[in-house]
C-alpha cells in the first residue's frame, strides 16, 4: 500500500461571479512512480472533472503543467510525489492571468514579450527557399542550442521578485532570448540594437539577482550567466565615450558578445 497523499488545491473560475478563491482537499493513494500530473488527472477523473489543471506532452517538454508546488514554482509532470511529503498544497503560477484554478495564460505573455524584444533573426538577406542553410561551427551552435531550450512554462518568472512586484518587467526567459540571438551570426543586430530593447529597468537593469529563476528552471538553463553577460556588455555600451578605449578593451574581454557586436 502506497501513501496516502492530501492534495490542497486552490479553486477560483474568475468567469464565474459567484466563484471565490478558496483551498480544496482531495485525498488519493500514492502508486510507485506516480507524477504530480498523474495525480491530478487521477483526481479529475475518479473525484472532480471541474479540477482546471493544464498539460499536453507530460514529458517536461511543452512546459504547460507550470504551478506552484509546495511554495516552489515547477512542472507537474516532471514531480514525482515520492519527493514530496503526503501534505502538497498547489496553486496557479503568479504574474500570469489566472484562467480557472492551476491554468494560467502564459501564452499572452510570451507572446507580448516576445514582439517587445522583437525575438527573431533580423538582417537584409532575401530568402531563398533553394539554398543551402547558413552553416556555422559546431561549439557555437551547440552553445545556442543550450539557450535556445527554454520551454516558456513561466516558472522563472513566477519565481523572479521584480517580476511579481513589475508587470513591465520582462524577465530571465527574455533576457536569455536576447543572449541567443546576440551569439547568432545570423543576426545582423548590433550592441545599440539590443541596448534599446533591453537597456533598461525592464530588462537587464531590472534584475535584483535573487537567482530564483535559474534555480527553479527545469531545463537548468544558465539564466543568471546570461544576464550577467548582457548587463555587462549593455552596461560598458552605456560607458563606451567616457572610459578611455585601452581601459574599455580589458573590461571588453569578459564579454561574451564583443567579438560579434564592437
Same mark, same amino acid.
Given at each position: ?86 501534505? %502538497? ?152 565615450? %567616457?572610459?578611455?578605449?585601452? %581601459? ?15
Amino acid at each position: 500500500m502506497g501513501r496516502k497523499l492530501r492534495i490542497e488545491v486552490l479553486r477560483y473560475n474568475p468567469l464565474d461571479p459567484a466563484s471565490t478563491p478558496h483551498m480544496q482537499t482531495y485525498h488519493l493513494e500514492e502508486h510507485p512512480s506516480m507524477t504530480l500530473f498523474v495525480a491530478l488527472m487521477q483526481i479529475r477523473e475518479t473525484q472532480d472533472p471541474t479540477l482546471q489543471f493544464d498539460f499536453c506532452c507530460r514529458a517536461g517538454i511543452c512546459g504547460s503543467c507550470g504551478m506552484v508546488i509546495n511554495g516552489r514554482p515547477g512542472l507537474a509532470c516532471c514531480t514525482q510525489t515520492r519527493d514530496l511529503p503526503d501534505h %502538497i498544497v498547489l496553486h496557479p503560477l503568479p504574474v500570469f492571468k489566472l484562467v480557472g484554478d492551476l491554468s494560467v495564460d502564459t501564452g499572452s505573455w510570451f507572446r507580448n514579450v516576445g514582439t517587445r524584444i522583437e525575438s527573431w533573426i533580423h538582417n537584409n538577406k532575401t530568402f531563398d527557399e533553394n539554398a543551402q542553410e547558413d552553416r556555422m561551427e559546431n561549439e557555437l551552435a551547440v552553445q545556442i542550442f543550450e539557450l535556445d531550450r527554454c520551454i516558456e512554462c513561466g516558472c522563472c518568472i513566477a519565481a523572479c521578485g521584480t517580476a511579481r512586484m513589475r508587470e513591465d518587467f520582462m524577465g530571465a526567459t527574455t533576457i536569455n532570448r536576447m543572449a541567443r540571438f546576440c551569439l547568432d551570426p545570423r543576426d545582423n543586430r548590433d550592441v545599440q540594437d539590443f541596448y534599446e530593447l533591453i537597456g533598461n529597468d525592464q530588462g537587464v537593469f531590472g534584475c535584483m539577482g535573487l537567482l530564483g529563476c535559474e534555480d527553479v528552471c527545469p531545463k537548468k538553463l544558465p539564466l543568471q550567466d546570461q544576464l550577467g553577460i548582457m548587463r555587462r556588455m549593455l552596461a560598458l555600451h552605456s560607458v563606451k565615450n %567616457i572610459i578611455p578605449r585601452s %581601459i574599455l578593451n580589458k573590461m571588453e574581454k569578459k564579454c561574451g558578445c564583443q567579438d560579434k557586436h564592437k
